[in-house]
């Protein structure tokens, strides 16, 4: 079975950049500093290096998407998927140029980690949706159920935060919830690419070069006569979409998962499996569990001892659910249930249960 290159953990993805998109990110960054090296700040966007600059930053971004493996193999069926494909790229390329961007002013982390740390967010953000659509999801209808969802970044801040601010100060490496604090560091840093701030992994953002790219480019906001105005608001309401995958996304890795560090023997309170029971979505992530909960979960599963109205609740705001990055089920809007081909054995006992 031909399955797309998805990692079990995100923390365990390649750590060194394919020397093409690492190329492609340094003509970028340099393409960006040379046009600004002579443009006075408070006129940028006037200012015409950096104008005739955005046709070159617009090939080497799609350049650089179009060569990214993992969306290589997102190949749409008809028009309509053509354009969720076609504008996720374009959502995707202001976040690479805002990435970049900051990275100049900064010079840290290296760039090779900035673009490494960048396609692991891609992953974690696509990845289970891309090998879904590869196995017959409907993406027009998946499309549909997205538009039902919120997509303001906002919700997920006090989530964000509480796991910023809980993050072991001794770590114990032998836990599995270590390695939940390690994709959360991805997970953060997709959070920051909708929401803003700077990275756990110390990624910053500078986007008045994407404003102007999104403004002159892509008829976002308003290209006014001595600047270009693009707000937050503006880049929700035109990608809306990617917002609520980002933020569904959030969502399946963030929700109650603060019981995964109760995993731990010295924690009070501890985990349990009563409290798997009423919560059967963590067993949705079973990396982040010991041993002894993990079987648990398929007892759980096999013998139908889980809260249904809790799983129920569950797949009204995930309308596609994976377990360990991969695609295990998609519930369209009218509720119906599609079950993808799995070699997991906690999403076979998942599918299994239902």
């Known amino acids: ?10 923390g365990t993805l390649g750590a060194t950049t394919p020397p093409a998109l690492l190329d492609i990110a340094q003509k970028l960054e340099s393409t960006m500093a040379t046009a600004e090296a002579n443009a006075p700040q408070e006129d940028i966007a006037r200012n015409d290096d950096v104008i005739n600059s955005l046709p070159v930053v617009k090939k080497l971004g799609e350049d650089f998407l179009n060569q990214v493996p993992l969306l290589q193999e997102f190949k749409p069926r008809n028009k309509q998927e053509a354009h969720f494909v076609s504008e996720l790229k374009n959502f995707e390329m202001l976040h690479l140029v805002a990435l970049i961007r900051g990275y100049t002013t900064y010079k840290t982390p290296p760039l090779s980690q900035v673009i490494n740390d960048y396609l692991k967010v891609l992953d974690f953000i696509y990845a289970p949706l891309i090998e879904a659509h590869r196995q ?6 998946y499309a549909q159920a997205l538009r039902i969802l919120p ?6 801040e006090k989530m964000v935060q509480y796991f910023i601010d809980n993050q072991q100060i001794s770590p114990k490496p032998v836990l599995p919830v270590q390695a939940f604090f390690k994709d959360f560091k ?27 790219y999104a403004a002159k480019k892509l008829g976002i906001g308003e290209d006014g006569v001595t600047d270009v105005i693009v707000d937050a608001k503006d880049y929700q309401k035109r990608y809306a979409l990617y917002y609520a995958q980002y933020g569904v996304r959030l969502a399946e890795f963030l929700y109650e ?18 409290t798997l029971q009423k919560h059967p979505q963590l067993c949705f992530k079973p990396a982040y569990l010991r041993q002894k909960f993990k079987q648990a979960c398929l007892d759980i599963f096999a013998k139908r001892t889980y809260a249904p109205q809790a799983l129920e609740n569950y797949l009204k705001i995930i309308p596609l659910v994976s377990v360990n990055n991969t695609p295990c089920l998609a519930r369209n809007p009218q509720g119906k249930i599609q079950k993808f081909q799995s070699n997991n054995p906690f999403c076979v006992a998942l599918q299994s249960a239902l």
């Open 1 to 10: 079975m031909h399955f797309l290159v998805l990692a079990l953990l995100l």
């Open 136 to 141: 017959g999801l409907d993406l027009n209808a």
């Open 151 to 156: 997509s303001d970044p906002k919700g997920w």
């Open 186 to 212: 991805i997970v953060e840093l997709a959070y920051r690419l909708i929401g803003g701030g700077q990275a756990l992994l110390g990624e910053s953002q500078e986007w008045y070069y994407a404003d102007i």
């Open 257 to 274: 998962s603060y019981y995964y560090t109760f995993d731990d023997p010295l924690s009070s309170p501890q985990l349990d499996v009563a």
